[in-house]
């Protein structure tokens, strides 16, 4: 018996292994048709003959299903279902849990890289960037599958997408908040590759004997931080020098003249808030031969602090801000061969402080290069002004102050503008007014430097300076009037 059953599954092994092999043959034959490109485009071509229609993936595949022995299994349709053109899709409806148990929730979110919040990559120059011009008339000439088939539409709308960022970035870089190189890693799935592997039905059809990997070489980045606080300065040295021989036949005085000028900005700005802060020192001497007291006189003599404080209003060169202006001197001043002291260090000092708008104005020429305009018009509608003398040798009445007191204190308004204007690289004008007024008198300064650069080093600077006071006394010729005016050539640096 046992002989009998070896001897009738000898019998049959053989049909079912033909059987077998045939449906393996069929599932090849399936397969070519299927990645049969060239012979697809042939078909696609031939317009006159009808062509005829080949039944389904779908069809095929359920007339090897209802066969009644058991069926081989083919791999694409293990992973993917087909659409009635042969490419691979995803069911709707169905899905095959075997086939989706490496994808994660992050695989099954779409979204659109438009509507992303913007964050700084650094990538600003296009991909596509070229100094060559296309020469053929024909982008797609000789490519073998239709550019409506591929993923060409995907590509332009990412270009699209990359443009439109790059766009943002230039027009409007102070609404991007974030920056890639402030973070410590960008947002990516970990598993990319692993699906891009194990999903890739055509790896085996392109694999090679020897793979190789062009990896990028690892560049170790800068990171650039935003600086809020700017600072500039500019330094002058000038001199001044006259000689007359004693024989000279219209006479005249020898006199040597030196001029020291030093500026240092610290600007601060963040979001809507900003803080100037500026400091100045002039100071300026020359020989007198004519004065049987002292050989050398102090001309001009300032120091000066200037701020203002302000927060963005309702346009963005309006802000609400308060300023303060504080002025003294450092050395001691008297006139013409005398001892009677004149002024000194903190006498007098003048401070004044107010509230109200600031307007801002920073404009660059664009037929001019170099050209440029900058102004800064504080009205403070509220403001009050204070003298101190804090040396009791000098004369307190010369400035305003009652006498037998020591401070003076105004109400009222002062209206303050400081003004750059480069014609040029250069030479730059800068000018500064002052107009304060306590409705019962008025205190107004104008000054104006013209700077000439000769060379990067050397420049000729001319510096006026007016001056209306009519809280003290009156002079019999210039009456409230008072003039100051220096020309000199010398050495300039800027910062």
């Known amino acids: 018996m046992k002989q009998i059953g070896l001897f009738l599954i000898f019998l049959i092994s053989p049909f079912f292994l033909l059987k077998t092999v045939a449906q393996v043959s069929e599932s090849s034959d399936l397969f070519e048709s299927i990645t049969d490109i060239e012979r697809l485009i042939q078909q696609e071509r031939v317009q006159d003959r009808p062509v005829q229609t080949l039944p389904t993936i779908a069809q095929q595949r359920d007339t090897i299903k209802n066969r009644s022995v058991s069926t081989v299994e083919i791999p694409l349709d293990s992973l993917y279902s087909r659409k009635a053109n042969g490419t691979l ?14 994808l994660t929730f992050k695989d099954t979110i779409f979204y659109n890289p438009l509507f992303l919040p913007m964050i700084f990559t650094g990538k600003i120059l296009p991909a596509d960037l070229s ?18 088939r591929t993923f060409a539409s995907n590509l332009l709308h990412a270009e699209f997408v990359n443009k439109t960022r790059r766009d943002f ?64 300065g500019e330094h002058s040295f000038q001199l001044t020098q006259s000689y007359f021989s004693p024989n000279w036949h219209k006479g005249g005085t020898s006199a040597f003249t030196f001029v020291n000028n030093h500026t240092i900005r ?27 007291v002292r050989k050398y006189r102090i001309g001009d003599d300032l120091i000066r602090y200037y701020g203002d404080f302000g927060v963005d209003a309702f346009h963005k060169n309006w802000s609400y801000s308060t300023n303060l202006d504080v002025r003294s001197q450092l050395f001691n001043n008297y006139p013409i061969n005398s001892t009677e002291l004149r002024s000194a260090f903190l006498a007098p000092l003048y401070v004044n402080a107010g509230v109200g708008l600031k307007y801002n104005l920073d404009k660059r020429s664009k037929e001019v290069r170099h050209r440029r305009v900058r102004l800064d018009l504080h009205l403070a509608p509220i403001s009050f002004n204070f003298r101190y003398v804090g040396n009791d040798k000098v004369k307190v009445t010369r400035y305003g102050i009652e006498d037998g007191k020591k401070t003076t204190f105004d109400l009222g308004s002062t209206v303050t503008a400081n003004l750059i204007y480069d014609f040029n690289r250069y030479i730059t004008w800068n000018s500064r007014l002052k107009y304060f007024t306590s409705y019962h008198k008025v205190e107004t300064e104008f000054e104006n430097t013209l700077n000439m650069a000769l060379t990067n080093a050397f420049s000729t600077r001319f510096f006026l300076n007016l001056r209306y006071d009519d809280s003290v006394p009156p002079d019999p010729k210039f009456k409230y009037l008072q003039i100051t005016q220096l020309l000199s050539f010398g050495l300039n640096y800027k910062w």
Do not use: C
């Open 89 to 102: 899709q995803l069911s709707d409806n169905s899905y095959n849990t075997e086939s989706l148990n490496r």
């Open 131 to 148: 100094f060559y011009s296309p020469k053929k008339s024909n982008l797609y000439e000789g490519l073998l599958i239709p550019q409506e």
């Open 169 to 232: 970035y230039r027009e409007y870089p102070d609404r991007v908040k974030l920056s890639a190189f402030h973070l410590d890693s960008l947002p990516s799935s970990s598993k990319d590759a692993e699906v891009i592997e194990s999903f890739n039905p055509f790896k085996e059809l392109i694999s090679t004997e020897t793979s190789y990997s062009l990896n990028a070489p690892l560049i170790s980045g800068a990171e650039i931080k935003r600086k809020y606080w700017i600072f500039n």
């Open 266 to 292: 610290m600007n601060y700005r963040k979001d809507k808030v900003r803080f100037n802060n500026t400091f100045e020192w002039r100071l300026s001497l020359f020989t007198a031969p004519n004065d049987t």
